[in-house]
């Protein structure tokens, strides 16, 4: 079935002119299941209650399937925001992951009701949007940021992902016709448009590769390249939505630097890196790994977060990054998982996982609470106690945005190339694909994020030698990651890595651990990550962190939480020998509590707590102990002071304890 598909993709990439180019492919997530105890709960509470959550507030609480029932029925007044029909399109992607792989008849049953009511509204033509069906037709396709095509691009990854999981196509001939009545609307005519919402790009790519019709990746790239020649329309400029915020002031080859709206541009360039991994259009790659070190050396919080002003939900000045006012929403950190994937794939460098996997971790999934029923639309990464998840939003793009990715984990986890296996995440699962037209089964077990073990069992392979491609983690080296952020204390080192017991020399290539051999049934690879609490400083630029230091273990981010405080988050420094806090003076105790938060690391470490009077004059800094939690998952217990980026100066100090 995937060689065919294969095949198809191959020559409909042949028959626009192209052969595909992409180093390495994601294993989708089909044929991974997760077996991690962290990541299993985390999808288990998707797979309940969140999804419950977005069953709730789609169908009941507001009127997002009403007005598909309105659409169809001709009549009606349109409820909410005109992008409301994207979180019914995934909510329905997010159900159909957790299908996969947690079998649930009623919600099965209550996303085929909804695809039955999408079906019903959509017209002749195939055009379909209920806004703009009970607003008035004749205005359809006049505004750019009235997110038609981004709706539709929603639209085209549900259906793929409910297809692939039931095999039931009613959703997916809506999205066929759909994309097609665009596709004759727009690029047959050429007529421009320019999305105001990026989605549509990679969404087009999914169904190109679905359905080996290269008409949609002629489509794509067509909507790629009505960018930066002022056609976009129907939007009155301000201040913080010109072209640029939606990546149009530039066409998108030749665009230098981040700029806009965090989550448009990471979608597209999702999009753009999927362009250029079937057409290896040079113009897409450079401009993006031009964009790509703009965000990550100067533009990303440490939390792998992105986008840090509310005002424009983006992207700021470079280095002006602000912990307790940063927006950080979540569908931006999700859209970095996209891009980061994308870029690895087509480059083979495992930077791109180290980013990937700092926004998974951190800036993703502190989006969703532990019980999977309260949401962080912004993720700040201080708060003065007044903070919390809510159950839901009016504008409600992260609660199902969150729900597909982590039910779609297993996509993250392992890619091929022609030549080797890649082990892109250390999560917990069993791998069974058809590679090299052979079966290829291997059992991962890891103790990450907690602790550094980690074995891989191979229990079928193709006969013929390939190469292991073993991710060495950032967070083992000097640099974190680039020159934003660095360790203060250095690393120990590389993993010692045993294949059936005996220790074993390997080879590095960018980023990865190659061990290239004959593999046979009972191989087994054990590594032992030597994890250490990594300090970590700023680069002076980022003046919001002056003075400040932050707490990492393995790939997570830790924060001090008032609830393990005596009530307190802001109320020390930490000691360090001197003022750029170039080594520390604080020894810290990482513990493994399997009863708090669901089982998490706490870390208790060295600091001066400050005691004095209310107007600071006679502050005194006296030893003392704090306890930092995993950054993802604060606020379970309550609002209250919480902070990433820790004190080390008494000035830097900003409330009085
Ligand atoms: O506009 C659709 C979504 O709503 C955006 O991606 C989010 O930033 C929120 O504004
Ligand atoms: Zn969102």
Redo the contacts with the bound molecule.
Sequence with gaps: MKKIFLVISLLSGLAYGQSSVQQLAPVNFSDVTITDPFWKSRMDAVATNTLQACILYTENRTGRIRNFEKAAAKTGKHEGIY?DD?DVYKAIEAMAYSLKHHPDAAVEKKADEWIAKIAAAQLPDGYLNTYYQLTGLDKRWTDMEK?ED?CAGHLIEAAIAYFNTTGKRLLLDVAIRFADNIDSTFRLQNRHWVSG?QEIELALMRLYHQTGNAKYLALSTWFLEQRGHGYGRGVIWDEWKDPAYCQDATPVKEQQEITG?A??AMYMYTGAADVAAVTNDGGYINAMQRIWEDVVHRNMYITGGIGAQGKN?GFGADYALPNESAYC?T?ASVGMVFWNQRMNMLSGESKYVDVLEKSLYNGALDGLSLKGDHFFYGNPLASSGGYGRREWFG?A?CPSNIARLVSSLGNYVYSVSADALWVQLYIGSELNTKWQGADLRVKQLSGLPWHGAVSLQVEQAPKKKFALRLRLPGWLSEAAPGDLYQYINNSVGLPVIRLNGEVIGFNTDRGYAVIDRKWKAGDKIEINFPMQVRWVKSNTALTENKDRVALQYGPMMYCVEAADNAGKAWDFIVPVTNDNAASMASASVVNYEAKLLDGVNRIEFDVLALQGSADGKSLQAVPGKRKAIPYFSWNNRGAGEMQVWLPTAIRSVKVNP
């Design positions: 992008f994207s997110h981004y919402h709206h989550v448009r939900e929403e569908c504008t793009c």
